[in-house]
């Protein structure tokens, strides 16, 4: 079965200092994978997603993601966190086929900056 | 573009009443999803359609949910009766294709006393 796990609950960083949140996922075919962002009582926002090709996929906001094949990871990292990046993280992976399909996601990181 | 809307945005009911969630998505998306999240979990899929015509809703608690998406435009979700642990925010997406990016809305809060 398809299943994606964000193995930190929650992250606290410095402003300024580097990120890396961690994904695992569990799929049988090439993946689909995602990383989604959501503040508070806000809905989710696409940071940037890895469909095929390039390994290194940037997003928005200053954020790139590498997907290894070998360790099943789409670990999500940041060189700079700013105060404005505390949020929820979500990995998730893609399962899809001819008729439909779905996103499987994590139970998420939480990321608290430190000023 | 107008992104996903939905509403109400917070609800607060008694355990046995039912409670009414509405989405309206991005113009044009085919493909539309209700997702559940509970409180310090990610989403969990309850249904999809494509236009009008449901998917997927193996995770769709039949006894109590129910969604419908008249003239593959708006959908409604529909809890009855709630139960406490229907306490979740309900989130809307809609995607252009059966493939790829979700487009989510800011969720719908449901408290269950």
């Known amino acids: 079965a398809q299943s994606v796990t964000q193995p930190d609950i929650h992250i606290t960083v410095s402003e300024g200092a580097s990120l890396e949140l961690r994904c695992n996922y569990s799929?049988?075919?090439?993946?689909?994978l995602f990383w989604y962002v959501q503040s508070p009582g806000q809905g989710l926002q696409l940071l940037l997603k890895y469909f095929s090709g390039d390994t290194l996929v940037q997003g928005i906001k200053g954020f790139e993601a590498e997907f290894k094949r070998s360790q099943s990871s789409f670990n999500l990292r940041k060189p700079s966190v700013h105060w404005s990046d505390a949020a929820e993280y979500f990995c998730?992976?893609?399962?899809?086929?001819?008729?439909?399909?779905?996103?499987?996601f994590g139970q998420g990181t939480e990321l608290s900056v430190k000023p | 573009e107008a992104g996903v809307a939905q509403s109400p945005r917070y609800k607060i009911i008694e355990k046995r009443q039912s409670v009414a969630f509405w989405c309206n998505p991005i113009?044009?998306?085919?493909?539309l999803y209700w997702y559940q999240q509970i409180l310090g979990q990610g989403p969990k899929l309850l249904i999809q359609?494509?236009?009008?015509?449901?998917?997927?809703d193996s995770q769709l608690p039949k006894d109590r949910f129910s969604a419908e998406r008249l003239k593959g435009v708006d959908s409604t979700l529909k809890i009855q009766p709630a139960k406490l642990e229907d306490s979740a925010v309900y989130l809307c997406?809609?995607?252009?294709?059966?493939?790829?990016?979700?487009?989510f809305g800011e969720g719908s809060r449901l408290t269950v006393l």
């Open positions: 113009s044009g998306h085919a493909t």
């Open positions: 799929y049988g075919a090439t993946p689909y």
């Open positions: 359609f494509q236009n009008n015509g449901v998917v997927d």
């Open positions: 998730a992976v893609g399962a899809f086929y001819n008729q439909g399909g779905k996103l499987i």
């Open positions: 997406a809609s995607s252009p294709t059966l493939a790829g990016e979700l487009f």
